[in-house]
């Protein structure tokens, strides 16, 4: 009887179908993310929080990657949201999320040249910005580096563009490491997934600039973050699984800058990065 009443009462009923709710939106439609590391600078700060569309792509048993319904093809240029690969089996990397650009779909052939992708035999347009010309509708409380260039970069097969990153250091030096490898290596250029933390030559400025050709497997996706010289993604690991695939990241529902994540300094309106308040992913 007790039980009875228990589920008779509107307060209850109210509160479960809220959780039932949360439980479902959730699982199904959007997500929260928070973005901890810097490797989608300019596009995504230190300390943006998203809401990632988990519905657009496939509809999926929640917690699981268990796909129920396919809704779409991952698009070209897409900022996604998937559960790392972890092809070093390392159990602390279990449940690990990133976030970065779709750049290869399957059965695309792709190589990258001195950090610029060639898609199908097609290189990705980058157009310099001209220093203090950062679009300022990006966020004004983005102030660039001035180690860094920014470029407006077009992949093949579609229409807008996005922002990029590149470390000037990183640029002046890769024709020397590109040159040193090839003395080294007899060759300019090094399979996708082949990491070179021990090896002489600077693993960022070559390794990661210089990818042989390969081809996306079916079923899989090449990714790589918008901050190209820092930036751990499918050049140094590989391919994304279509079941790792959460969903296609929206637009930033809130901001704060990095010093005041913790301790719950987050919560206070204050700290907030307002310009960044409702930016698109693009």
């Known amino acids: 009887m007790k039980v009875r009443q228990f589920f008779e009462n509107p307060e209850t009923r109210s509160f479960l179908l809220t959780l039932l709710l949360i439980f479902f939106v959730r699982g199904h439609l959007v997500e929260p993310f928070k973005i901890p590391s810097g490797s989608m600078i300019p596009t995504i700060l230190i300390g943006d929080h998203l809401f990632v569309s988990k519905s657009s792509y496939r509809i999926h048993i929640p917690f699981t990657n268990h796909e129920v319904l396919r809704v779409s093809e991952p698009h070209r240029s897409d900022v996604v949201v998937f559960e790392y690969p972890n092809i070093e089996r390392d159990p602390e990397k279990d449940g690990y999320y990133f976030i970065k650009r779709l750049i290869g779909l399957p059965g695309d052939h792709i190589k990258v040249v001195g950090g610029v992708p060639y898609i199908n035999g097609e290189i ?150 307002w310009d960044r308040l409702g930016l698109p992913m693009k």
């Open 124 to 273: 990705a347009k980058q157009e310099l910005i001209p220093e203090g010309a950062f679009p300022a509708e990006r966020s004004p409380s983005f102030v660039p580096n001035s180690y860094v260039n920014h470029y407006l970069e077009t992949l093949p097969g579609t229409s807008g563009a996005h922002l990029i990153q590149r470390s000037r250091g990183v640029l002046e030096t890769l024709p020397a490491t590109t040159e040193q490898f090839r003395l080294i290596e007899g060759t300019d250029c090094t399979p996708i997934a082949t990491r070179y933390q021990e090896h002489p030559v600077d693993p960022q400025g070559m390794a990661l600039n210089n990818i042989c050709e390969f081809e996306v497997p079916a079923d899989k996706f090449f990714v790589m973050g918008d901050n190209r010289d820092d930036s751990s993604d499918g050049r140094e690991w590989g391919f994304v699984a279509r079941e790792l695939m959460v969903g296609k990241a929206l637009f930033i529902w809130l901001s704060c800058k990095p010093e005041d994540e913790g301790g719950g300094l987050c919560l206070l309106p204050w700290n907030w990065r």
